[in-house]
């Protein structure tokens, strides 16, 4: 009488039930660790304890410690819950970007408290997630003295400590210590890349994040502005209808669609989602700038895609006209090294967009017709007595030049 009654009980479990007990009955002997952790977690804490539990890799649930997992939760709350911009990240986001203790295939270290400790107040002084994610792209690698290497590294997919350990690492490598940097002070990072380039040259992979409305990408080690790396132009091209050359983003949550790993055998249970078209919709164009005497001319050679050249053109002139009259009629120096950031977007009057940093003020203005508005606010910005001596920066980026 007694195993109908237990058969019963286990048809009657609600959905998420019966994926824990499904969870809980592939994890062999460490069960018992991980319904430990499951008894003694806060009540508000629990959903996030079941969520890793039931989407964990079966190689994880028989080998990671409930203990382990319940102390990646909490430092994940404490951080999270602390964090100015928490009120901006949907739980789904959350859940899949901030609170797992893993990427792809990288051995399991305790990286999270070490991390935390060491970037959390720099986090709160900045406040804002994107902020964070620039400069701790620019600071995170200087700090630990690491650097990129394609074979001193001793796998591609190095865990944080590894990276740390040994001082270089491969793209994939980077890529994992700055999104595990990010987790621990809260701010939502994860994983994406190409299993091949759409001209065979190679796979890449690289940081995605979330800035409190949508996902800006950035290129691990490779400081500058969002959404504008050497990549962009490969990665526009990247095809969503074949798996080796989409834009995959790495997901936790289990579900039909995988990121294809390419440094080791595809275990074929890293759930991630197809996010191709987004590189294609609005692709970022850095335009290289030369100075000149009294203006900037647009550098020979730059590339662009030859449907987008006469937006990029008119982008051109416009850029040269604006850095020519605040030379001319402000007095600004405009730093050499640096470059106008166009964004070319059909859904901007024009086609594209324009951002230029002014006195620590980012100006962003639509098509060349804007250029006008934005060297009115640049003279209002140096009507201020203190901006006497201000330097116009122009957003710094890597510019293509050649086919």
């Keep these: 009488m007694l195993a109908p009654l237990l058969l019963a009980c286990v048809l009657t479990l609600s959905g998420p039930d019966r994926e824990l007990q499904a969870a809980l009955a592939k994890a062999g002997p460490n069960a ?25 890799p079966d190689r994880d649930l028989r080998t990671y410690s409930g203990e382990r997992l319940l102390d990646n939760v909490k430092l994940a709350r404490e951080a999270f819950g602390s964090a100015p911009w928490r009120g901006r990240v949907p739980a789904d986001v959350y859940r899949n970007a901030v609170l797992p203790y893993a990427n792809v295939t990288e051995e399991r270290d305790d990286w ?41 590294r001793r796998a591609p997919d190095q865990s944080p400590t590894e990276t740390i350990r040994l001082k270089f690492a491969s793209c994939t490598g980077l890529s994992i210590l700055l999104v595990d940097a990010l987790r621990s002070v809260g701010v939502p990072a994860r994983l994406a890349g190409v299993y091949l380039w759409q001209d065979r040259s190679g796979n890449h992979t690289w940081v995605e994040v979330w800035d409190g409305s949508g996902w800006r990408y950035l290129g691990a080690a490779e400081p500058g502005p969002p959404d504008s790396t050497w990549f962009s132009e490969k990665a526009a091209k990247a095809d969503s209808a074949r798996r080796e050359f989409a834009v995959w983003a ?112 980012e100006i962003r203005f639509d098509g060349p017709s804007g250029a006008d508005t934005a060297l009115a606010w640049i003279r209002a910005l140096r009507s201020r007595p203190e901006a006497g001596k201000a330097i116009v920066r122009l957003p710094c980026c890597v510019a293509r030049r050649g086919g």
């Design 32 to 56: 018992a660790s991980l319904r430990r952790a499951l008894s003694r977690c806060k009540p508000e804490w629990k959903d996030d304890l079941r969520f890793l539990i039931v989407n964990m």
């Design 112 to 152: 999270r408290r070490m991390l935390r400790d060491r970037y959390q107040a720099k986090a709160l002084e900045l406040g804002d997630p994107l902020k964070v994610a620039l400069w701790m792209n620019e600071n995170l690698f200087a700090d630990f003295g690491v650097k990129y290497h394609p074979t001193k």
């Design 250 to 361: 790495v997901r936790f949550e289990r579900g039909r669609k995988t990121f294809p790993v390419s440094w080791r055998r595809d275990p074929g249970d890293i759930p991630a989602e197809n996010v191709t078209e987004r590189y294609q919709r609005v692709q970022a164009r850095n335009l290289g700038l030369v100075p000149e005497p009294d203006e900037f001319r647009l550098l020979e050679g730059t590339f662009v895609a030859d449907e987008q050249t006469g937006v990029v053109a008119e982008g051109g002139e416009a850029a040269t006209r604006l850095a020519g009259d605040v030379t001319r009629e402000l007095g600004a120096r405009v730093a050499e090294s640096g470059s106008i950031r166009v964004r070319l977007d059909p859904s901007k009057k024009g086609g594209c967009e324009m951002r230029v940093s002014v006195e620590g003020v």
